[in-house]
Nanobody
Framework: QVQLVESGGGLVQPGGSLRLSCAVSGRIFRLNGMGWYRQAPGKQRELVAAITRSGSPNYADSVKGRFTISRDNAKNTADLQMNSLKPEDTAVYYC????????????????WGQGTQVTVSS
């Protein structure tokens, strides 16, 4: 059973920083792409940042220059460092991972964490 557990959310003032962490556990063959998504009330879930297994990042335009995604393949973790936070960053943040469970001949499946709340407010 694959599990993704997020941590690090909370309440922060505008201009502040938070670091989110995602840990993937379970019996897996290979952890491929990972990403962070967010969903604000009344809005669709959107991609915030993604990172390939080799470490190539991709960011939404709204967070470029403020957020940094990283990963540790040995630990099966991915972090999202969020700086210069704005009220519009308020949302539930979800970790996503493409997981290959069985081997090279098999495709990856998407898994999601339960989400962690980030609130940016004075």
């Amino acid at each position: 059973q694959v599990q993704l557990v997020e941590s690090g959310g909370g309440l922060v003032q505008p201009g502040g920083s938070l670091r989110l962490s995602c840990a993937v556990s379970g019996r897996i063959f290979r952890l491929n792409g990972m990403g962070w998504y967010r969903q604000a009330p009344g809005k669709q879930r959107e991609l915030v940042a993604a990172i390939t297994r080799s470490g190539s990042p991709n960011y939404a335009d709204s967070v470029k220059g403020r957020f940094t995604i990283s990963r540790d393949n040995a630990k099966n973790t991915a972090d999202l460092q969020m700086n210069s936070l704005k009220p519009e960053d308020t949302a539930v943040y979800y970790c996503n991972a493409a997981v290959n469970l069985y081997g090279p001949a098999y495709s990856s499946d998407d898994y999601w964490g339960q989400g962690t709340q980030v609130t940016v407010s004075s």
